[in-house]
């Protein structure tokens, strides 16, 4: 909820549509969204605006908050070839542009009844454009019979801010739960951080660093403490602040279905600094290397490892801001331990049953020709550097372990033409993949393959 005028701050209207501190709050969506509603009352005031008028305002903020409509605000083409990023950053504003238009809309028929009370008088507050289009309704509503210069910087303001909002939760599953960083500007100081954010994503393969570092800075901003060179912090997979921690999506979700490039906000009481969570391996080009025809075959044929593997995520001191992580694994009172980024590194990489690569368009009886070859699962874990072959086929039965321990493999793997394969699917030769053969130049790697159990039903 919007915080509430103390004697010392001056109350709503006029000039001003909120009452943050200089220093900033923290919000979640609702709570931000509802602090927007003085401007959208403001429109209703100075346009006298009724129940009829309602439609043509919930038609425009759906039009800016969709995909592909002439006045979208997010012209993110998602098609069958787009990079995964762009996949679930595109579902991401879908859902999320879908939510806020509901709010809106029901905000909208909450202020024509029951306003709120500006203290101060009536709004007038300076917006400056940011090219959202309008559609000729909404034009002539707010520019044409009975709106003005008022009407379009209170409405302009209101709309940018929720855009704003769309844009900032864009990085999190679970959006709803996510405290940003709201100043007397509402959300305005992101700009330039999602301009960079934005134009990353629309022209290029978006990088995850990249959006990790925009949620950064919709949660905490560019405050810096430590006198470090980069405000915005260290590029990595992840971050903690004050009360809590955003860490890629799949530490708690099936490696096989969980989004590779998504973050999870996980309330945490006892975080009390910023820091940044990095890779061990700024390059795992150069991380040495084993092959997996050198390590013992536990047997003969594939097949699922005897005894299960336990795991735990181990975190690692501060220094400069940031700290690694790593998985610690637990097999008949053996232990190993995979840094955390290349795990998630590892799974941004592999191929899945979701995209061109998809194990699920092959025939159910598809032939399996030179089967390949079987590794230890466990001796795999505990090689040094980077598992990798250029003989042929190699599969690692993960079978029956749990997720974590599924994603210390995939930080154990060379992560090129690597695939996570459902058990209940048979494994096929590469010939039988056209998307996961090695480089023409075939000195690239061949396909390692690591079964897992199939997604779970509920």
Same mark, same amino acid.
């Given at each position: 909820?919007?915080?509430?005028? $103390?004697p010392? /701050?001056?109350?709503?209207?006029?000039?001003?549509?909120?009452?943050?501190?200089?220093?900033g709050? %923290?919000?979640?969506?609702?709570?931000?969204f509802?602090? +927007? @509603?003085?401007?959208?009352?403001?429109?209703i005031?100075d346009n006298?605006?009724?129940?009829a008028?309602?439609e043509?305002l919930e038609?425009q903020?759906?039009?800016t908050?969709?995909?592909g409509?002439r006045?979208?605000?997010?012209?993110l083409?998602?098609?069958?070839?787009?990079?995964?990023? $762009?996949? @679930?950053?595109?579902?991401q504003a879908e859902?999320?542009?879908?939510?806020?238009a509901s709010?809106? %809309?029901?905000?909208l028929?909450?202020l024509?009844?029951?306003?709120?009370? =500006?203290?101060?008088?009536p709004?007038?507050v300076?917006?400056?454009?940011?090219g959202?289009?309008?559609t000729?309704?909404?034009?002539?509503l707010?520019?044409?019979r009975?709106?003005?210069?008022?009407?379009?910087?209170?409405?302009?303001e209101? =709309?940018?801010q929720?855009v704003?909002?769309?844009? %900032?939760?864009?990085?999190? +599953?679970n959006?709803?739960?996510?405290?940003?960083?709201? $100043?007397?500007?509402?959300l305005?100081?992101?700009?330039?951080?999602?301009?960079?954010?934005?134009t *990353?994503? =629309?022209?290029?393969r978006i990088?995850?660093?990249?959006?990790?570092?925009?949620a950064r800075?919709?949660?905490?901003g560019?405050?810096?403490?430590?006198?470090?060179?980069?405000?915005?912090?260290?590029a990595?997979?992840?971050? @903690?602040?004050?009360?809590? $921690?955003?860490?890629p999506?799949v530490?708690?979700?099936?490696?096989l279905?969980?989004?590779r490039?998504?973050? +999870?906000?996980?309330?945490?009481?006892?975080a009390d600094?910023?820091?940044?969570?990095?890779?061990?391996?700024?390059?795992?080009?150069?991380?040495?290397?084993?092959?997996?025809?050198?390590?013992?075959?536990a047997?003969?044929t594939?097949?699922?490892?005897?005894?299960?593997?336990?795991?735990?995520?181990?975190?690692?001191?501060?220094?400069?801001?940031a700290?690694?992580?790593?998985?610690?694994? /637990?097999?008949?009172?053996?232990?190993?331990h995979v840094?955390?980024g290349?795990?998630?590194?590892?799974?941004?990489?592999?191929h899945?049953? #979701?995209?061109?690569t998809? %194990?699920?368009? =092959?025939?159910?009886d598809?032939?399996a020709?030179?089967?390949?070859?079987?590794?230890d699962?466990?001796t795999a874990?505990?090689?040094?550097?980077?598992v990798w072959? *250029?003989a042929g086929?190699?599969?690692l039965?993960?079978?029956?372990?749990?997720d974590l321990v599924?994603?210390?493999l995939l930080?154990?793997?060379?992560?090129?033409?690597v695939?996570l394969?459902?058990?209940?699917?048979?494994? +096929?030769?590469?010939?039988?993949?056209?998307? #996961?053969?090695a480089?023409?130049?075939?000195?690239?790697?061949s396909?390692l393959?690591a079964?897992?159990d199939?997604p779970?039903t509920?």
């Amino acid at each position: 909820m919007p915080i509430a005028p $103390t004697p010392s /701050t001056p109350a709503l209207g006029g000039s001003r549509w909120n009452t943050f501190p200089a220093a900033g709050t %923290a919000l979640t969506a609702r709570e931000f969204f509802t602090a +927007t @509603e003085p401007l959208l009352q403001g429109v209703i005031d100075d346009n006298a605006l009724t129940a009829a008028d309602s439609e043509v305002l919930e038609t425009q903020i759906r039009a800016t908050l969709a995909l592909g409509t002439r006045e979208t605000s997010l012209p993110l083409a998602v098609g069958p070839g787009s990079a995964p990023a $762009t996949h @679930e950053l595109g579902a991401q504003a879908e859902e999320i542009g879908h939510e806020l238009a509901s709010w809106a %809309a029901a905000a909208l028929e909450r202020l024509l009844a029951d306003r709120i009370a =500006l203290p101060a008088g009536p709004l007038i507050v300076r917006s400056h454009c940011y090219g959202h289009l309008l559609t000729p309704p909404a034009t002539d509503l707010l520019l044409g019979r009975r709106g003005g210069p008022v009407t379009m910087q209170l409405y302009n303001e209101w =709309l940018h801010q929720v855009v704003l909002l769309r844009d %900032a939760l864009l990085p999190f +599953t679970n959006w709803q739960d996510v405290p940003l960083l709201i $100043t007397p500007t509402g959300l305005r100081h992101i700009e330039p951080a999602r301009d960079a954010f934005l134009t *990353e994503l =629309l022209v290029r393969r978006i990088r995850h660093t990249s959006i990790v570092a925009f949620a950064r800075h919709a949660v905490i901003g560019t405050s810096d403490t430590s006198g470090a060179s980069n405000p915005s912090g260290p590029a990595g997979y992840g971050f @903690e602040s004050s009360g809590g $921690t955003a860490l890629p999506a799949v530490l708690d979700q099936p490696p096989l279905t969980a989004p590779r490039y998504l973050l +999870t906000w996980r309330p945490d009481p006892a975080a009390d600094e910023t820091v940044t969570h990095v890779a061990e391996l700024r390059d795992y080009y150069a991380a040495p290397r084993t092959l997996v025809e050198h390590l013992p075959p536990a047997t003969t044929t594939p097949g699922p490892l005897t005894g299960r593997i336990t795991g735990r995520i181990v975190a690692g001191p501060v220094a400069d801001g940031a700290r690694t992580a790593a998985i610690e694994l /637990t097999h008949d009172g053996a232990t190993a331990h995979v840094d955390l980024g290349q795990a998630l590194r590892g799974h941004r990489f592999a191929h899945r049953p #979701d995209g061109a690569t998809s %194990a699920e368009a =092959l025939p159910a009886d598809a032939p399996a020709t030179n089967p390949p070859a079987a590794a230890d699962v466990w001796t795999a874990l505990r090689a040094p550097g980077l598992v990798w072959t *250029e003989a042929g086929d190699a599969v690692l039965d993960a079978t029956g372990q749990g997720d974590l321990v599924v994603l210390a493999l995939l930080g154990r793997l060379y992560p090129e033409n690597v695939t996570l394969h459902p058990a209940d699917h048979p494994v +096929t030769h590469p010939t039988d993949h056209p998307a #996961d053969r090695a480089p023409a130049s075939g000195n690239g790697p061949s396909r390692l393959v690591a079964r897992v159990d199939p997604p779970r039903t509920s």
